[in-house]
């Protein structure tokens, strides 16, 4: 570690979950830290303490980020201030500069870019990332990451395990959303405990409330005994809800108020029961999108929204389908099978429209149909075997498709960097923040 005097960085935020992630972080690249909850307190700790930076929410209760930015720089202005907010806001940003803040990051928080901002802010010096941002993830036996995709999202579980903080994670149907889950709590201080699943969209509407919060007896018809829910299953552990875009508008009030107190009340209950569930959510709707148009609370994603993992769908990650082919031959007790070179070759190229699950089901109904120890072409389904469809541009890059060269580009610069922004972004010749932006446009 290069820090060379012990810098204090004020961590402002009116989530305690979301403090706790960014002072982990924060800690683990050398920095002291301290905690305000609203924009009040953050004027009085510039006041009262010797800060060296500010790590301050935009949208808070009370007085906003904004207003505090506004009467901190006039009393300390060399305290170095970086705005963190959910809802980039063009006006927003440029008035926030010019107040003085030093940079404007989009939640949910890239850690390595928070960190280097205060760094080169600070003027501190690192031979690499800091911390755990290095470290590859260990993965379970059972668990195929080949691709530097993949390596990039289990790098980023296992830096967000150790913490409480709630997890939302982003991805197509069949692309692994629960294995990342679960990879999570393993590694967190709660594996211990139990991981519960449940998916919002098998439940029925009418009884998806008692399912999350349980019931009383007598509470409904059928009602024969007291029923704990899933949030008490999970105290202790993890709980994963599964397809939460499917969670009924009118309910969500209630998760909300279940995030935020941490007590669940049952069905036809009259009291609230404490509960100690960490909550990882999943989905494969664009939740942005349903927010703005009315079809799911802002205010539950933004709860929801603390740490964002996006897995790639299979096509964008084409080194894991043959290690997940012969995973998923040895998992069926088929060891001596295997894929004829003509087969793995339209594995490859298949476009996987239903991801790992769609994979599992054709290995699996190959190795039933082949009559020897290599599976051919043949025993592979239609939907195999048919040409791709010309909409895939996923496999072979024509000659003036700038868009997926350059995409190829970044994506082989992160391997060959072990999954390092930093050292990606020299090897492209490239700002680290244009290839986070690059990285989100792919939806990575």
Partial sequence: MDVRKPLTIAVVDDDPEQRRLLRGALEDAGYSVVEA????????????????????????????????????????????????????DVRDAVSAIKTGAHDYLEKPIDLDELVIAFDEA????????????????????????????????FREALRVAPTDATV????????????????IHQNSRRAGGRFVAVNCAALPENLIESELFGHEKGAFTGAVSLTKGRFEEADGGTLLL???GEMPLALQPKLLRVLEERRVRRVGGGRDVPVDARVIAATNRPLEDDAR??????DLLYRLNVFALRIPPLRRRR??????????????????????????????????????????????????????????PDDLPESVRSPRAPSDR??????????????????????????????????????????????RSYGM
């Fill in 394 to 439: 996923s496999a072979n890059v024509l000659v003036g498709d700038m868009e997926e060269i350059q995409k190829r580009a970044i994506l082989h610069a992160l391997q060959e960097s072990n999954g390092n922004k930093t050292q990606a972004a020299k090897r492209l010749g490239i700002s680290r923040r244009n290839l986070i932006y690059k990285l």
């Fill in 168 to 183: 939302l994670i982003f991805g197509e149907s069949g692309v692994g959303k629960e294995v990342v889950a679960r990879h």
């Fill in 37 to 88: 909850a609203d924009g009040a307190q953050a004027v009085e700790l510039a006041r009262s303490r010797p800060l060296d930076a500010m790590a301050l929410d935009v949208r808070m209760p009370g007085l906003s980020g904004l207003e505090a930015l506004e009467r901190i720089k006039a009393e300390r202005a060399e305290i170095v201030v970086v705005l963190l907010t959910a809802y980039i």
């Fill in 122 to 153: 600070l003027g501190v010096a690192r031979a690499g990332l800091p911390g755990a941002a290095d470290a590859e993830a260990p993965l379970p036996k059972d668990v195929v990451a080949e691709s530097a995709e993949m390596r990039a999202v």
């Fill in 319 to 376: 080194e894991d389908i043959l290690p997940l082919a012969d995973q998923f031959l040895v998992q069926q007790g088929l060891r001596e099978k295997r894929f004829s070179p003509a087969a793995q070759r339209l594995l490859v190229e298949h476009a996987w429209p239903g991801n790992v699950r769609e994979l599992r089901n054709a290995v699996v109904r190959s190795a039933i149909l082949s009559r020897g120890s290599l599976i051919l």
């Fill in 293 to 298: 148009e009315g079809r799911f609370r802002e």
């Fill in 242 to 244: 599964d397809e939460i």
